[in-house]
T-cell receptor, first 118, second 116 residues
Framework: AQTVTQSQPEMSVQEAETVTLSCTYD???????LFWYKQPPSRQMILVIR??????QNATENRFSVNFQKAAKSFSLKISDSQLGDAAMYFC???????????????FGTGTRLQVTL | SQTIHQWPATLVQPVGSPLSLECTVE??????LYWYRQAAGRGLQLLFY??????ISSEVPQNLSASRPQDRQFILSSKKLLLSDSGFYLC???????????????FGNGTRLTVT
């Protein structure tokens, strides 16, 4: 079974600085998807960024970017110019390609709580 | 645009009482539907998913069950709640296979369940 590991339970960053959240995963598949979700205090899960494993180019979404290292099975999230609103739990998630009768089942890591300080 | 509604937002129930959490999706047809549970300080655990009406797959054995009586309605139930059922429950949807090659999950706002 696939597993997702986030080894940093908590991280802290100063406003306007850059922070990187780590994520590693284990799979025997060659093609799959990876996601980062944000869960603010409201506890709503918000998609931050996604990456297809067959794409070598790292995904970017405004201030958010990933460093995808397929051979190392690593998928880190970089937040640039951190803002107070970035404070949240961040979850890394893995998904296989869909097969008949299945669905987009995500396997989540345990999360990293990000604090943003002034 | 698609929206997902989940209710209630908060629920306090005694041990042994029944449970019914409801989730509906608007703006899409034949979505894949999911129930996740998030225990305090932990990640999300997939409980059930459904690829169509009446089709339910269970990921973990437990005291809970799920049903999909209509295309865009997903219900999480229990006949008798246990203390260990306390947690934060999230409903989610994604595009069906063939329509969303890279479809992420879209989550509802969640239900905080406390079993006393």
């Amino acid at each position: 079974a696939q597993t997702v590991t986030q080894s940093q339970p908590e991280m802290s960053v100063q406003e306007a600085e850059t922070v990187t959240l780590s994520c590693t995963y284990d799979t025997s598949e060659s093609d799959y998807y990876l996601f980062w979700y944000k869960q603010p205090p409201s506890r709503q899960m918000i998609l931050v960024i996604r990456q297809e494993a067959y794409k070598q180019q790292n995904a970017t979404e405004n201030r958010f970017s990933v460093n995808f290292q397929k051979a190392a099975k690593s998928f880190s999230l970089k937040i640039s110019d951190s803002q107070l609103g970035d404070a949240a739990m961040y979850f890394c998630a893995y998904r296989d390609l869909e097969n008949t009768g299945t669905a987009s089942k995500l396997t989540f890591g345990t999360g990293t709580r990000l604090q943003v300080t002034l | 645009s698609q929206t997902i509604h989940q209710w209630p937002a908060t629920l306090v129930q005694p041990v042994g009482s029944p449970l019914s959490l409801e989730c509906t999706v608007e703006g899409t047809s034949n979505p894949n539907l999911y129930w996740y549970r998030q225990a305090a300080g932990r990640g999300l655990q997939l409980l059930f998913y459904s690829v169509g009406i009446g089709q339910i797959s269970s990921e973990v054995p437990q005291n809970l069950s799920a049903s999909r009586p209509q295309d865009r309605q997903f219900i999480l139930s229990s006949k008798k709640l246990l203390l260990s059922d306390s947690g934060f429950y999230l409903c989610a949807w994604s595009l069906p296979r063939g329509q969303g090659y890279n479809s992420p999950l879209h989550f509802g706002n969640g239900t905080r369940l406390t079993v006393t």
